[in-house]
């Protein structure tokens, strides 16, 4: 079975530091896509990033960045320069790809606070 | 251009009610999702659509929720009778399956946010 495990339950950051979310996932497949979802207060669901699991290069969003360790099944999200707008629950999420199942299987998400 | 789009916003009922929620998906994608989001179980997938059928129902509680695709804009998830635990946000998400079966992102609608009394 696939499953997503986000380990931090919630975070906390300065304004204008760095902070790194951790993602772990299982899976036997080897083609796959990783995402990360970010729901601000406003509830919705708006997509940060993503990975596909063939490239080795992290993928990478203005100040959003993921360390991809295919490996060690770990899709960390760094967010550098916090901003109070990132203020958010954040979601990584998994889906096979190529035919393989259209379910997207989430974590149960990290609360981050940016503090002014 | 117009995102997935989610009606009602709110709703709030009694229980025994019948409740209807709506979601019509961005033009052009032929893939349609319904989730739930409780605090206690996180983001659930109960169906999804490919091409207006129905391909996995699995995650669907119970009898009395069910889900239709009449056509490639537009969706329903029915509770009859709701009850009280049924309370939650529910998203509807759509995306583009291309023909090399690659998935798209998945774009998610604004929620409805349902309580049952």
């Known amino acids: 079975a696939q499953t997503v495990t986000q380990s931090q339950p919630e975070m906390s950051v300065q304004e204008a530091e760095t902070v790194t979310l951790s993602c772990t996932y299982d899976t036997s497949e080897n083609n796959y896509y990783l995402f990360w979802y970010k729901q601000p207060p406003s509830r919705q669901m708006i997509l940060v990033i993503r990975q596909e699991a063939y490239k080795q290069q992290n993928a990478t969003e203005n100040r959003f960045s993921v360390n991809f360790q295919k490996a060690a099944k770990s899709f960390s999200l760094k967010i550098s320069d916090s901003q109070l707008g990132d203020t958010a629950m954040y979601f990584c999420a998994f889906i096979l790809t190529q035919g393989g199942s259209e379910k997207l299987v989430f974590g149960k998400g990290t609360k981050l606070t940016v503090n002014p | 251009d117009a995102g997935v789009i989610q009606s009602p916003r709110h709703e709030v009922t009694e229980m025994g009610q019948e409740v209807t929620l709506r979601c019509k998906p961005i033009?052009?994608?032929?893939?349609l999702f319904w989730y739930r989001q409780t605090m206690m179980r996180g983001l659930e997938l109960l169906i999804y659509?490919?091409?207006?059928?129905?391909?996995?129902d699995s995650g669907m509680p119970e009898d009395r929720f069910s889900a239709k695709m009449p056509n490639a804009s537009f969706s329903t998830l029915k509770i009859q009778p709701s009850e009280p635990r049924d309370s939650a946000v529910y998203f509807c998400?759509?995306?583009?399956?291309?023909?090399?079966?690659?998935?798209?992102?998945?774009?998610f609608g604004d929620g409805t946010r349902l309580s049952i009394l």
């Open positions: 998400a759509s995306s583009f399956r291309d023909r090399d079966l690659i998935n798209q992102p998945q774009h």
């Open positions: 659509f490919n091409n207006n059928v129905p391909i996995d």
């Open positions: 033009s052009g994608h032929n893939s």
